[in-house]
């Protein structure tokens, strides 16, 4: 699998009185295929750089949660590295570094999971990159019209629009994690609606689909 990290250094205003430690952003595309956002590059109080990830509020706990977590030690040491050194050595307001991480070609695991009671979410999906990154709070979501979609994590901007900080960059494999996802879904909600046929299913057995982007694993 191929990768790319996008540093940004942009000018950040400093309010009198207050430390700010946030000093960059980091996006990471996986095979041009992939990419999570809004990565904030932060000071820690003895000057050392680190990752904080996008959080949103999980309303049953109120806490703040991280939609993405390395899920791979040594890959994620790699990623904090290459940060490290591209943002010490920038000369520019932003900066790419390319590479690379295993032989195998981009591939996911997914864990798609049916709402009971909501008009509009249908079920919560996560899904895990290469086994090196876990991404959730992607949606099946129903619109009015009843046409239901896979809806992408999403944010505030600064500007405070709504704007996805996960998601496909290709039509390819934008239509590819679409059609696993909404297949999962199909699959479980019809069981969840058929309980009496829920036995005769294997719940949770992970089936494997090759296609152009590796092979896809479905929990």
């Not at 996911?108 to 895990?128: C, E, H, M, W």
């Not at 704007?163 to 039509?171: F, L, T, Y």
Request: hydrophobic residues 35%; aromatic residues 10%.
């Amino acid at each position: 699998m191929e990768y790319n990290i996008r540093v940004y250094k942009p000018e950040l205003k400093q309010e009198e009185g207050k430390i700010n430690n946030l000093k960059g952003f980091a996006t990471i595309t996986f095979d041009e295929a992939f990419c999570v956002k809004s990565l904030a590059i932060k000071e820690s109080s003895k000057g050392n750089l680190y990752l904080d990830m996008p959080r949103y509020r999980d309303y049953e706990t109120g806490e703040y949660v991280p939609f993405f977590r390395f899920t791979d030690k040594e890959f994620q040491k790699e990623v904090l590295d290459t940060v490290r050194e591209a943002y010490e050595n920038m000369t520019e307001t932003k900066t790419d570094c390319k590479g690379s991480w295993g032989e195998e070609e981009l591939y996911y695991n997914l864990s798609v999971n049916p709402v009971q009671g909501s008009d509009t979410f249908k079920a919560d999906v996560a899904i895990r990159l290469q086994d090196v990154l876990a991404i959730q709070q992607l949606h099946v979501i129903q619109a009015w019209n009843g046409k239901t979609f896979v809806g992408m994590p999403q944010k505030n901007s600064a500007k405070g629009e709504r704007e996805d900080i996960a998601h496909a960059v290709n039509a390819e494999f934008k239509a590819d994690l679409e059609s696993a996802i909404m297949d999962e879904y199909n699959k479980k909600d019809g069981i969840c609606q058929k309980p009496e046929t829920a036995a005769k299913r294997e719940i949770g057995a992970i089936h494997k689909k090759t296609g152009i982007f590796g092979t896809i694993m479905v929990e």
